[in-house]
Every structure is written in C-alpha cells, then in structure tokens.
C-alpha cells in the first residue's frame, strides 16, 4: 500500500512571497503519478499541478511548481508570488499506475497568506 | 453543464439509521470514488469503482457500501454498523485512462 505523509500542518506566507510545501510518498512501484491538490474554505477540491513519474522534467503551472525527487520520494510543491486567493488547504496524492487506480491522499497543510 | 453533483449539502441523521448520500456525474467518466475527510487526516478512500457493476474497498470501507447500477450514479450508504459516521463525504471521478480525479462539492454528514 502507498502511502503519503504532509509533515507541515499549518503554514503561512506573505503576500508576493515564496513558499514550499513539502510530501514525502512510499511505494515500491516504478510508475505512478503526484498531485497536489488545493481545498479552498468552500472544500471544493481543485487540481494544482501533476507530475509523472517517468518524466525527469518538474511540471509547472504558472506560479506553481514541483520539485520531484523520485530516488529520496519526495514531492514539494514551490508556490511563488503568492496571493491572498491561495489560501487554502494543500494536498499531496499519489495515485497508482495500472487499471485499478487509487488516489491516496495526504493529510494536508494549511497555508495562509498574509496581507 | 458537465459535473458532478452531490446530494445533499448538509445532511443530519439520528444514530443507528442508515443513510444514503447521492454522487452523480454526467462527465462520462468511467470511475468514481467516495472519500471521507475529517480534521487532520486528509481524505481517505471508503470505495471505488471502474465500471458499472463493479466495486472495490478502499482503506476504511467498514460499516459502508455502495452500488454502481449506472454509469453516472455511485450512491453511497452509510450503515449503523459505521462507529464514527459524522465526516465529510466527497466524491469523485475520472475517465479509465485519465489520472486527473474531478471532485463534487461534498456532504457534511452529522449523527446525533
């Protein structure tokens, strides 16, 4: 079974500021993919970002961007200039390669930014 | 509009009854999840299923269960064998060979 762990519960930034959030994942499968997730105050989740396993490239999308590290299994996500709207609540999933596909989720961090 | 929808928002029931929450999308997707989220613990996944009139456990599928008869409707019920059943439900879904998972607005479910 894999796993995902958010060590940071709480975090906050100020406005136009950079911030990292980190996740760590165990799994003893080659292929997969990593998300990070954003749950605003209305608990619609929305998808940030996605990263492949396979590509050695770290996705970015817009002010959004990943640093994977597939050897130490570790999956941060960089947030830069960062706006009141990003407050939210931040996930990191994991979800198998292969038919039977699961989305596990991590237990997320709380990320406020400052004015 | 394509989505997903969850009924109700709010839902409030008295201990020992079972209850239903609905989780519809008309997205054509193939797969479909329930995920229970509670303070601290992130989103666990109760079931999920891959196509009509097939389901798995997920990791905390105890005192739940569920039924796939179409496409779009993935019902929910939790039973009164749930020990813990206040949470917040989310449902979701996603095409078979795509990995991005698009997710309802959820329901608070309370127990008194």
């Known amino acids: 079974a894999q796993t995902v762990t958010q060590s940071q519960p709480e975090m906050s930034v100020q406005e136009a500021e950079t911030v990292t959030l980190s996740c760590t994942y165990d799994t003893s499968e080659n292929n997969y993919y990593l998300f990070w997730y954003k749950q605003p105050p209305s608990r619609q989740m929305i998808l940030v970002i996605r990263q492949e396993a396979y590509k050695q490239q770290n996705a970015t999308e817009n002010r959004f961007s990943v640093n994977f590290q597939k050897a130490a299994k570790s999956f941060s996500l960089k947030i830069s200039d960062s706006q009141l709207g990003d407050t939210a609540m931040y996930f990191c999933?994991?979800?198998?390669?292969?038919?039977?596909?699961?989305?596990?989720f991590g237990s997320g961090t709380q990320l406020t930014v400052l004015p | 509009d394509g989505g997903i929808t969850q009924s109700p928002k709010y839902l409030f029931r008295k201990e020992g009854q079972n209850v239903t929450l609905s989780c519809e999308q008309n997205?054509?997707?193939?797969?479909m999840y329930w995920y229970r989220q509670d303070p601290g613990q992130g989103l666990r996944l109760i079931y999920y299923s891959q196509i009509v009139n097939d389901f798995q456990k997920g990791d905390i599928a105890e005192g739940y269960s569920v039924s796939r008869e179409k496409k779009e409707s993935f019902p929910l019920t939790v039973t009164s064998a749930q020990k813990n059943p206040t949470a917040f439900y989310l449902c979701?879904?996603?095409?078979?060979?795509?990995?991005?998972?698009?997710f309802g607005q959820g329901t608070r479910l309370t127990v008194v």
């Open positions: 979701a879904s996603s095409i078979k060979q795509s990995t991005e998972a698009f």
């Open positions: 997205l054509n997707h193939d797969a």
């Open positions: 999933a994991f979800m198998n390669w292969g038919s039977a596909r699961q989305l596990t």
